[in-house]
């Protein structure tokens, strides 16, 4: 991408940042998984990384490509959408599979399945 | 109108989703983009997902500010939280919210909303007593979460309902 160079300064600079800071948000999460101290509090981890990670770097890519095509480029943002949009599902199926294991092993500090309301069932 | 065009919304965003792959808005690509949005409209009937009304089409601008406003100041609160945790011991726990949204799609969007932000994380609905089980890092602000997905649900109630 020897063409990178004729960025302007200013959009030079605008990109790095952005792709610095989405960069360090994602080493951010995936440090959380490392330093956080039980499951449920490390899903949240990842989470960082889906949605300011991926946002800052997509957007510095849009910013990027926009300036040298001297275009509007708009692409990036489906894959801000689609990971935003799939994230829950991963993110709902390890936290249903992990508290149908605690409730199981009845391990403390985890939530009880809410009884139904009498009348009900 | 409704046997061609079963899915309208479905079908707008399809298109716009086409052109944006293609990235051109020549007439050729915008005819192959209508072809395969409406056909994938029909092909969605089978799968029979859950329709719903939007009502108030002012209020989404609000919501999304707001949305994207709690994700920003939730992203820098937990990145300190992680670069924080050898120090100070994290305070995590359970909540339960009890709900009054019925409308599938509301909730979806809603457990899409708690995922983005990384403060909470979306465990389990119960769909009979209307109560969410979620989890937030930080437990201290407790009232803060329960007033801030309250108000999101009503946010979304206002606009599917």
């Known amino acids: 991408m020897s063409h990178l160079t004729d960025l302007p300064p200013w959009a030079a600079l605008l990109v ?16 959380g998984l490392l330093r956080l101290p039980d499951f449920y509090a490390r899903l949240h981890a990842p ?25 509007w480029v708009f692409h990036e943002v489906l894959i801000i959408f689609f990971v935003t949009v799939t994230t829950p599902v991963t993110l709902m199926l390890l936290g249903q599979a992990t508290l149908y294991r605690d409730r199981f092993e009845e391990r403390q500090g985890v939530p009880r399945k809410p009884k139904p309301a009498p009348g009900e069932e | 109108m409704r046997t061609w065009f079963p899915y309208p919304l479905l079908s707008i965003a399809l298109l716009l989703m086409w052109l944006l792959l293609s990235q051109s808005v020549t007439p050729g690509s915008i005819v192959l983009g209508l072809v395969v949005s409406t056909v ?58 009890s709900l009054d949204l019925d409308d599938e799609n509301a909730l979806a969007l809603l457990a899409c909303v708690l995922t983005a932000t990384p403060g ?17 890092l930080d437990i201290e602000n407790e009232d803060l979460w329960r007033k801030t997905i309250t108000r999101y649900a009503a946010d979304l109630k206002e606009i599917f309902e």
């Open chain 1, 16 to 31: 790095c940042g952005l792709m610095l800071i989405g960069a360090a948000t994602t080493l951010i999460g995936s440090l």
């Open chain 1, 47 to 71: 989470t960082i990384a889906t949605s300011g990670g991926t946002i800052l770097l997509c957007l510095a890519s849009i910013l990027c490509f926009a300036v040298l095509q001297s275009r």
């Open chain 2, 40 to 97: 994938l409209a029909w092909v969605t009937l089978n799968l029979q997902p859950a329709r719903s009304r939007l009502h108030r089409w002012s209020r989404i601008a609000g919501f999304i500010l707001r949305v994207v406003g709690d994700v920003i100041r939730s992203n820098v609160a937990v990145t300190l939280i992680i670069l924080n945790a050898g120090r100070r011991p994290v305070h995590a726990g359970f909540m339960t919210v």
């Open chain 2, 120 to 136: 909470t994380a979306w465990l389990e609905y119960d769909r009979r007593q209307k109560i969410l089980l979620f989890h937030v």
